[in-house]
T-cell receptor
Framework: SAVISQKPSRDICQRGTSLTIQCQVD?????MFWYRQQPGQSLTLIAT?????????ESGFVIDKFPISRPNLTFSTLTVSNMSPEDSSIYLC????????????FGPGTRLTVT | LAKTTQPISMDSYEGQEVNITCSHN???????ITWYQQFPSQGPRFIIQ???TKVTNEVASLFIPADRKSSTLSLPRVSLSDTAVYYC?????????????FGSGTRLLVRP
């Protein structure tokens, strides 16, 4: 199984600023995803960031607000731009590996608070 | 888009077997069924995955009937540490691109 780390683990930011979250995987993976989870809620998929192609955003999420980079098979970043208190959430990086069906593994998350 | 429906919450006691059922009426032919466990302040953790019939690992069993429109996660003899949210997911293969869409999950509370 893939081991995923995220930086920072948490941050408190002021509205109007931007934060870049890093995701590092211990093995090469093609399929990577970014999710958001608000307190007490389920996970919401923000975008799919497969290496070699542009990120694909889900309905309600746009590139200008959540730009994603995927420079290689072990690393990705998600930027939360022009933050507002509504962006306060946990952001999770995830990768999928094929093993029969796809098995998906998640990072520990980045807890973001916007004041 | 294959969606899942599962109970919002369940209560159990230590030592009991817990069965959580999930319905996925629109599952596609190539989709697998996967269950995840999530503790507070942690990312979801893969528990088990199956395509049809029964799958068992060291943690749980997964029962899938022939029509694959539902599945049941079985946790044998739960302990307090099994208190968590359990998500049933079906792989979404729209546009030949895999992704997982999470439903609301089932909050399992194990009591002493």
């Amino acid at each position: 199984s893939a081991v995923i780390s995220q930086k920072p683990s948490r941050d408190i930011c002021q509205r109007g600023t931007s934060l870049t979250i890093q995701c590092q995987v211990d093995s090469q993976v093609t399929m990577m995803f970014w999710y958001r989870q608000q307190p007490g809620q389920s996970l919401t998929l923000i975008a799919t960031a497969n290496q070699g192609s542009e990120a694909t955003y889900e309905s309600g999420f746009v590139i200008d607000k959540f730009p994603i980079s995927r420079p290689n098979l072990t690393f990705s970043t998600l930027t939360v731009s022009n933050m507002s208190p509504e962006d306060s959430s946990i952001y999770l990086c995830s990768v999928a590996q094929l093993a029969g069906g796809y098995e998906q593994y998640f990072g520990p998350g980045t807890r973001l608070t916007v004041t | 888009l294959a969606k899942t429906t599962q109970p919002i919450s369940m209560d159990s006691y230590e030592g009991q077997e817990v069965n959580i059922t999930c319905s996925h009426n629109n599952i596609a032919t190539n989709d697998y069924i996967t269950w995840y466990q999530q503790f507070p302040s942690q990312g979801p953790r893969f528990i088990i995955q199956g395509y049809k019939t029964k799958v068992t690992n060291e943690v749980a069993s997964l029962f899938i009937p022939a029509d694959r429109k539902s599945s049941t996660l079985s946790l044998p003899r739960v302990s307090l540490s099994d208190t968590a949210v359990y998500y049933c997911l079906v792989g979404d293969r729209m546009d030949s691109s895999y992704k997982l869409i999470f439903g609301s999950g089932t909050r399992l509370l194990v009591r002493p």
